[in-house]
Nanobody, 124 residues
Framework: VQLVESGGGLVQPGGSLRLSCAASGLFLDYYRLAWFRQAPGKEREGVSC?????????YYADSVKVRFTISRDSAKNTVSLQMISLKTEDTAVYYCAVGPAYGFWSLSRNYEDWGQGTQVTVSA
């Protein structure tokens, strides 16, 4: 299984970015896919999650609700995270992770495979 994130970069406060996570070795439609982030000196935190296509339920951390949207493209076997109204506190390395659709979505130990991460920096 390989997960590859893309789309990170430097953006000004209030700007937007779209992160993508491309998977190989498994079909994302059957799995839970989550985005986590880790800022310097802080613990890794769950940002958003989308459940298998059978339900498609989505979950968001309170800090990103309304501003972030997670979505799946089954044809491309990717999951994206659209981020708008970015704040300086959104600065972090963002990781995608895949795992079974049970357990509390924002616990990192519930995920089996991880991408290498992509840096998001929000700064004026």
């Amino acid at each position: 299984v390989q997960l590859v994130e893309s789309g990170g970069g430097l953006v000004q406060p209030g700007g937007s970015l779209r992160l993508s996570c491309a998977a190989s070795g498994l079909f994302l439609d059957y799995y839970r896919l989550a985005w986590f982030r880790q800022a310097p000196g802080k613990e890794r935190e769950g940002v958003s999650c989308i459940d298998p296509s059978s339900s498609g339920d989505t979950y968001y951390a309170d800090s990103v609700k309304v501003r972030f949207t997670i979505s799946r493209d089954s044809a491309k076997n990717t999951v994206s995270l659209q981020m708008i109204s970015l704040k300086t506190e959104d600065t972090a390395v963002y990781y995608c992770a895949v795992g079974p659709a049970y357990g509390f979505w924002s616990l990192s130990r519930n995920y089996e495979d991880w991408g290498q991460g992509t840096q998001v920096t929000v700064s004026a």
